[in-house]
């Protein structure tokens, strides 16, 4: 009996981390350029700033969703647009 349950617990624990190491797998962030953006997106970013006031640029994908992250400088107040890859504006706020 106690061997069973001792194999239960083993099971469900590797089970666990199998996963956990998964879903790492469905979600990545890096920064990318201006240039790596989709050309919609460039479009669209330009209609709001100019490049020069751009911080950081992020790619976020997760459970096969991407998101772009836009970090910007308006005056001394830091922004992010935050766009899906078909070029829907998410967010718009400062930050």
């Known amino acids: 009996m106690k061997k069973i349950g001792l194999t239960r617990i083993t099971t469900v624990l590797l ?3 199998v996963l956990a190491g998964c879903s790492s797998l469905l ?3 890096e920064e990318i350029s201006f240039e790596q ?3 919609i997106i460039q479009q669209l970013v330009l209609q709001e ?3 020069e006031q751009i911080i950081e640029i992020e790619k976020e994908e997760e459970f096969f969703r991407i998101r772009y992250s836009i970090e ?6 830091e922004w992010e647009l935050e766009y899906n890859n078909d070029g829907e504006l998410l967010s718009h706020e400062r930050d």
Request: aromatic share 12%; no cysteine; hydrophobic share 35%.
């Open 15 to 17: 089970l666990s981390l």
């Open 49 to 51: 700033i100019d490049v």
């Open 72 to 77: 910007y400088l308006n005056g001394e107040e």
């Open 37 to 39: 953006l989709p050309e």
């Open 27 to 29: 979600s990545y962030e």
